[in-house]
């Protein structure tokens, strides 16, 4: 064999492996799926953004801080350092024996207190706890109605409109079975307004 002082006889093959390799993972199966993605599910590929007179006001996927009492409120959120922040996604982890955890859920016990003093209903959980993730965008279908009262008279429409309003935004578990009926708090922010133009 004749072989030059100082060469690998596989380095060729593995620097064009290499290259193959690194065009086929790096560019072409990306743009592959990218294209896919825009084909069968154009809508969730470019984020399930939601848009009102033609301006975009979220992403059906996140939640959104409201923070107005004639808003529907969505979780708590955990987030830095502004809540629903979806660059740093992340719960308290604060575990059920943590005073910190039930502070929190105070504040928003009686935050929500203040807001319908009138409202003898038990507050769901939801609403006073945070998410795993700090951006969940769902609220239960018990969370929703708590609300509507408060939103009804705050808004000045009948009560009856914003209870219909969350039914026909109430999401069933995935194939009947999967998870809770949950409502999407800013298509349901998104009706009101609608009701108000």
């Known amino acids: 064999m004749n072989l030059r002082p100082g ?3 596989i380095l ?3 620097i064009s492996v290499f290259v193959l390799l690194a065009a086929l993972t790096g560019i072409v199966y990306p743009l592959a799926v990218t294209g896919v993605a825009q084909v069968l599910f154009p809508t969730q590929a470019n984020g399930s953004l939601l848009s009102q ?3 975009i006001v979220g992403s059906e996927l996140i939640g959104q801080n409201f923070s107005d009492p004639k808003n529907f409120w969505g979780r708590l959120s955990a987030t830095a350092p502004m809540p629903y922040n979806a660059a740093a996604s992340s719960g308290s982890n604060f575990g059920p024996l943590n005073p910190a955890l039930t502070e929190a859920a105070k504040v928003r016990l ?5 807001a319908d003093p009138e409202n003898a ?3 769901p959980v939801d609403l006073v706890t945070a998410s795993a993730s700090g951006l ?4 239960s279908a018990a969370a929703a109605y708590y609300q509507a009262a408060r939103v009804a008279r705050l808004r000045g429409v009948p009560l009856a409109h914003v209870e219909a309003l969350i039914a026909q935004r109430v999401e069933t578990p995935l194939w009947g079975v999967l998870g809770e009926p949950r409502v ?3 298509k349901l922010n998104l009706a009101l307004a609608r009701l108000d133009a």
């Open 184 to 186: 999407n708090v800013l």
């Open 136 to 139: 969940d965008p769902h609220i």
């Open 7 to 9: 060469r690998s006889p």
């Open 12 to 14: 060729r093959p593995a």
């Open 121 to 123: 209903l038990p507050v």
């Open 110 to 114: 009686d935050r929500l207190k203040a």
């Open 53 to 55: 007179d033609g301006k």
